[in-house]
């Protein structure tokens, strides 16, 4: 027998769909572990997942493409010793329930993706119920303390998996060695509006002219066609073009990826990105943007407690702030959650404690409904099963209530006025009429 | 001191009046000003002392007499317009600036208390309502530069009278409060309605009150005009907020921040849950106050009987207990005028 036979066994499935949360997972899947875990990847198809991350995946477990109807069906599911799930509010939702239903199952656990700039209520309302949620830091850990003290919700369980994201690298070149270059890590809608995406640009233009033995890398957060959770409206090459018309001939885009960058540069800048961690990883000096002020919608206030808030416009050039050494304050770093105490190999060991265990029923007290059952998409799905069932009464109640969200969705209006029919030919009819395939 | 108190609703205006009313108590001197009111009004306040545009206050002669000015408006993004023409002109004309407190009066979480405190940095005092808030400003400004200049916070309670004007009727009251832009959901306002509009109609021996919880104009109706109104079921005249908050058995609304008075005064509350705990309807303030419920589950009125008050632990967090706003107000101002001190 080999020594990776004879260690505990782990078989975990995580579940996704955008490229942030196949970023998480691959996360996950880079800690280092004491356990022998096996990861089998289920993608939610989407256009515009990047090919390369589906391909580093793929070369790190099983890489299976389903769509969410055909995942929540799939008895493999019960095989596993545990499911992550790392898909959008409603989602969660979903999978929870499905296979809560189930008198034994996989333990579930979910998390958030990089450093949670805001909605954290909304998030954690979400996924409430998992028997585990992983959290970045102690900052993520006592908003949700603060939230559901004194609530059903008291003794929800986490776990701090920290904000290091890459395996530890032999290979970095100490700072001074590296090339005179600073990489801008570009985010989809922060900032939002056009003219401050200009604004960002041009500092960032003005900043290469003074700095003219450097290199300025915007590096976009994806490429022309390639999709993220966020819609995209215009992409940064057309911003630096409409802005600049020519840039300085040291300041370009840059595709490659993030980690060949960073391990390169000398320093990383952004606005708010969990890129700044990253940049830590790979030993690359960070600086948070600040020129744009205090804009809690961008994510502005967490950064602005890291010690490197720094406006663009007051550095002289780049070689004045390279001498200055720039370096996150110790303390905030801690509180974000970036640290060698902080590694998801504490979920992996929690996750092995808890695999014999029985699960917790997600605790349910009148008042406190949370986010269970207020989904639209599950008030549907949650009707079609009625209707299979032959529930009527069900099937009309969640109906009704999907009305009362949207009452003007006239899909839900055609299926509340079917299962309404007490004639059950009628209905029948009904019902044929107004059947859609939920996704 | 001399205080003066801005205020530009009829919220603003009810709380500032509370709170002069408190101060004048501790033999202070309290101005009240503000801007007129348009519409109808939920609540019978009366009008500021000095009624004045905002735009005015800055350099009125007023505000060369007074040692604090308490700026309570409805859109906080006008406190820093205010500030800055108030402190420059006080700069130019070679004078201190009084001391600026402002807060926001209703319990904030999350996103929304942080979006707040960005817009009210210049303040010298800031003001929240309860525990919860001072702690989780604490959390959200972790370790922010000095050059942030963020204000002491204090907690000062609620904003309406700490006892209910009137006992609950004998025959059992419904006060629904409508917000005007949520439920956002097209259309999820009027289903709310029609929903009341039906219970009442079960049970006739229920009066079902609908109360704006904003002002509106007279020939706006609220009613969908759909559906045959039941006798029960009745449109609050301006006004008659704060009586019907004290005379209603239970009170339910999506998430206007007058059902925390309800709940403080002791009535059942109804959070409408079917929305679900969302920013966009102002629904992640009450996460954890125990009084949130679908709809569907609430067969008839009569069952609202058998809901639980509002958990207290979470009111109390909220503000609830405190009952000395107006002295812990004096008492921080008294400390930054000492520290102020030459």
């Given at each position: 027998m080999t020594a990776t036979a004879s260690r505990p066994t782990l078989n975990v499935l995580l579940i996704a769909d955008s490229d942030s949360q196949l970023l998480a997972c691959e996360a996950l899947c880079s800690a280092p572990t004491a356990l022998n875990v096996h990861w089998t990847f289920s993608v939610i198809p989407r256009d515009g997942t990047p090919q390369a991350l589906l391909l580093r995946l793929a070369q790190r477990g099983r890489l299976r493409h389903q769509s969410l109807a055909g995942l929540l069906r799939d008895s493999r599911l019960q095989s596993f010793d545990a499911i992550g799930v790392f898909l959008t509010g409603s989602k969660l939702n979903d999978i929870r329930l499905a296979l809560q239903r189930e008198r034994r199952r996989p333990l579930l656990f979910c998390g958030f993706n990089g450093v949670v700039l805001d909605h954290f209520i909304e998030g954690v309302s979400w996924r409430l119920g998992y028997d585990l949620i992983c959290l970045s830091g102690p900052r993520d850990q006592q908003a949700l303390a603060q939230l559901v003290a004194g609530t059903p919700f008291e003794h929800q369980r986490t776990v701090l998996t920290g904000l290091r994201r890459n395996a530890p690298n032999s290979d970095l070149l100490p700072v001074a060695q590296r090339l005179r270059r600073l990489v801008f890590a570009e985010q989809v809608i922060m900032p939002a509006t056009s003219s401050e995406r200009a604004r960002v640009v041009r500092l960032l233009s003005d900043l290469a002219r003074r700095s003219p033995n450097w290199e300025v890398l915007i590096k976009p957060r994806i490429a022309p066609g390639d999709a993220t959770f966020h819609d995209v409206e215009t992409h940064i090459s057309t911003t630096l073009q409409q802005t600049l018309g020519v840039p300085p001939s040291n300041l370009r885009l840059d595709y490659r990826p993030l980690p060949v960058l960073l391990k390169q540069a000398r320093l990383l800048a952004t606005l708010s990105s969990t890129a700044f961690f990253d940049a830590l990883d790979f030993g690359c000096r960070t600086i948070a943007i600040s020129d744009l002020g205090l804009q809690p919608n961008y994510g502005c206030h967490v950064y602005a407690g890291s010690g490197v808030w720094r406006s663009l416009e007051v550095i002289p050039n780049l070689d004045a702030l390279d001498a200055e050494g720039p370096s996150p304050d110790p303390l905030w770093l801690e509180w974000m959650g970036y640290g060698n105490q902080f590694s998801p190999s504490a979920l992996l060991e929690a996750l092995n404690e808890q695999k014999h265990q029985t699960p917790n029923p997600i605790p349910s007290t009148i008042g406190y409904p949370g986010n269970a059952q207020s989904s639209f998409n599950q008030l549907r799905l949650g009707a079609e099963s009625a209707i299979a069932s032959g529930d009527w009464s069900s099937a009309r109640e969640l109906l009704c209530q999907a009305a009362l969200m949207r009452p003007l969705h006239r899909g839900v209006a055609r299926r509340h006025w079917a299962v309404h029919q007490t004639n059950p030919l009628l209905r029948r009819i009904a019902l044929l009429i107004s059947y859609r395939d939920l996704k | 001191m001399t205080f003066l108190l801005i205020s530009d609703g009829g919220m603003e205006h009810s709380a500032c009046l509370l709170m002069a009313e408190a101060l004048e108590h501790q033999g202070q001197r309290c101005i009240t000003a503000g801007t007129p009111l348009l519409g109808h009004q939920p609540l019978d306040t009366p009008a500021p002392q000095l009624t004045i545009e905002l735009a005015q206050l800055p350099a009125h002669p007023l505000l060369e007499q007074v040692s604090a000015i308490g700026l309570f408006l409805q859109n906080p993004e006008q406190i820093q317009y205010f500030i800055k023409a108030y402190q420059g002109l006080c700069s130019a004309r070679g004078r201190p600036a009084a001391t600026l407190f402002s807060g926001p009066l209703v319990p904030l979480v999350g996103d929304a208390l942080i979006r707040d405190l960005s817009l009210r940095l210049g303040c010298d005092l800031l003001l929240v309502s309860g525990e919860n808030q001072r702690r989780q400003l604490q959390s959200l400004t972790f370790n922010w530069p000095k050059s942030l200049c963020i204000p002491p916070v204090i907690s000062t309670g609620f904003w309406f009278p700490q006892a209910a004007p009137c006992a609950p009727t004998q025959q059992p009251l419904l006060l629904a409060l409508i917000q005007e832009q949520i439920p956002t959901h097209m259309g999820a306002r009027d289903q709310l309605l029609r929903q009341l509009n039906s219970w009442a109609r079960q049970r006739p021996n229920w009066t079902v009150m609908v109360q704006r919880d904003h002002s509106w104009s007279a020939t706006t109706t609220l009613m969908p005009s759909d559906a045959p109104l039941t006798d029960n079921l009745v449109e609050a005249a301006p006004g008659q907020l704060l009586p019907l908050l004290g005379a209603c058995t239970a009170c339910l609304t999506v998430s206007s921040p007058w059902s925390l008075a309800a709940m403080v005064w002791g009535r059942i509350p109804i959070i409408v849950g079917d929305y679900g705990i969302h920013d966009e309807q102002n629904t992640t303030g009450f996460f954890g106050c125990g009084a949130m419920h679908r709809l569907?589950?609430?067969?008839?009125?009569?069952?609202?009987?058998e809901l639980p008050m509002a958990n207290q632990a979470w009111l109390d967090e909220m503000g609830a207990d405190i009952t000395d706003g107006p002295m812990r107000l004096l008492t921080a101002l008294s400390e930054l005028i000492l520290r102020d001190e030459p």
């Amino acid at each position: 027998m080999t020594a990776t036979a004879s260690r505990p066994t782990l078989n975990v499935l995580l579940i996704a769909d955008s490229d942030s949360q196949l970023l998480a997972c691959e996360a996950l899947c880079s800690a280092p572990t004491a356990l022998n875990v096996h990861w089998t990847f289920s993608v939610i198809p989407r256009d515009g997942t990047p090919q390369a991350l589906l391909l580093r995946l793929a070369q790190r477990g099983r890489l299976r493409h389903q769509s969410l109807a055909g995942l929540l069906r799939d008895s493999r599911l019960q095989s596993f010793d545990a499911i992550g799930v790392f898909l959008t509010g409603s989602k969660l939702n979903d999978i929870r329930l499905a296979l809560q239903r189930e008198r034994r199952r996989p333990l579930l656990f979910c998390g958030f993706n990089g450093v949670v700039l805001d909605h954290f209520i909304e998030g954690v309302s979400w996924r409430l119920g998992y028997d585990l949620i992983c959290l970045s830091g102690p900052r993520d850990q006592q908003a949700l303390a603060q939230l559901v003290a004194g609530t059903p919700f008291e003794h929800q369980r986490t776990v701090l998996t920290g904000l290091r994201r890459n395996a530890p690298n032999s290979d970095l070149l100490p700072v001074a060695q590296r090339l005179r270059r600073l990489v801008f890590a570009e985010q989809v809608i922060m900032p939002a509006t056009s003219s401050e995406r200009a604004r960002v640009v041009r500092l960032l233009s003005d900043l290469a002219r003074r700095s003219p033995n450097w290199e300025v890398l915007i590096k976009p957060r994806i490429a022309p066609g390639d999709a993220t959770f966020h819609d995209v409206e215009t992409h940064i090459s057309t911003t630096l073009q409409q802005t600049l018309g020519v840039p300085p001939s040291n300041l370009r885009l840059d595709y490659r990826p993030l980690p060949v960058l960073l391990k390169q540069a000398r320093l990383l800048a952004t606005l708010s990105s969990t890129a700044f961690f990253d940049a830590l990883d790979f030993g690359c000096r960070t600086i948070a943007i600040s020129d744009l002020g205090l804009q809690p919608n961008y994510g502005c206030h967490v950064y602005a407690g890291s010690g490197v808030w720094r406006s663009l416009e007051v550095i002289p050039n780049l070689d004045a702030l390279d001498a200055e050494g720039p370096s996150p304050d110790p303390l905030w770093l801690e509180w974000m959650g970036y640290g060698n105490q902080f590694s998801p190999s504490a979920l992996l060991e929690a996750l092995n404690e808890q695999k014999h265990q029985t699960p917790n029923p997600i605790p349910s007290t009148i008042g406190y409904p949370g986010n269970a059952q207020s989904s639209f998409n599950q008030l549907r799905l949650g009707a079609e099963s009625a209707i299979a069932s032959g529930d009527w009464s069900s099937a009309r109640e969640l109906l009704c209530q999907a009305a009362l969200m949207r009452p003007l969705h006239r899909g839900v209006a055609r299926r509340h006025w079917a299962v309404h029919q007490t004639n059950p030919l009628l209905r029948r009819i009904a019902l044929l009429i107004s059947y859609r395939d939920l996704k | 001191m001399t205080f003066l108190l801005i205020s530009d609703g009829g919220m603003e205006h009810s709380a500032c009046l509370l709170m002069a009313e408190a101060l004048e108590h501790q033999g202070q001197r309290c101005i009240t000003a503000g801007t007129p009111l348009l519409g109808h009004q939920p609540l019978d306040t009366p009008a500021p002392q000095l009624t004045i545009e905002l735009a005015q206050l800055p350099a009125h002669p007023l505000l060369e007499q007074v040692s604090a000015i308490g700026l309570f408006l409805q859109n906080p993004e006008q406190i820093q317009y205010f500030i800055k023409a108030y402190q420059g002109l006080c700069s130019a004309r070679g004078r201190p600036a009084a001391t600026l407190f402002s807060g926001p009066l209703v319990p904030l979480v999350g996103d929304a208390l942080i979006r707040d405190l960005s817009l009210r940095l210049g303040c010298d005092l800031l003001l929240v309502s309860g525990e919860n808030q001072r702690r989780q400003l604490q959390s959200l400004t972790f370790n922010w530069p000095k050059s942030l200049c963020i204000p002491p916070v204090i907690s000062t309670g609620f904003w309406f009278p700490q006892a209910a004007p009137c006992a609950p009727t004998q025959q059992p009251l419904l006060l629904a409060l409508i917000q005007e832009q949520i439920p956002t959901h097209m259309g999820a306002r009027d289903q709310l309605l029609r929903q009341l509009n039906s219970w009442a109609r079960q049970r006739p021996n229920w009066t079902v009150m609908v109360q704006r919880d904003h002002s509106w104009s007279a020939t706006t109706t609220l009613m969908p005009s759909d559906a045959p109104l039941t006798d029960n079921l009745v449109e609050a005249a301006p006004g008659q907020l704060l009586p019907l908050l004290g005379a209603c058995t239970a009170c339910l609304t999506v998430s206007s921040p007058w059902s925390l008075a309800a709940m403080v005064w002791g009535r059942i509350p109804i959070i409408v849950g079917d929305y679900g705990i969302h920013d966009e309807q102002n629904t992640t303030g009450f996460f954890g106050c125990g009084a949130m419920h679908r709809l569907r589950s609430i067969p008839h009125l009569d069952a609202i009987r058998e809901l639980p008050m509002a958990n207290q632990a979470w009111l109390d967090e909220m503000g609830a207990d405190i009952t000395d706003g107006p002295m812990r107000l004096l008492t921080a101002l008294s400390e930054l005028i000492l520290r102020d001190e030459p």
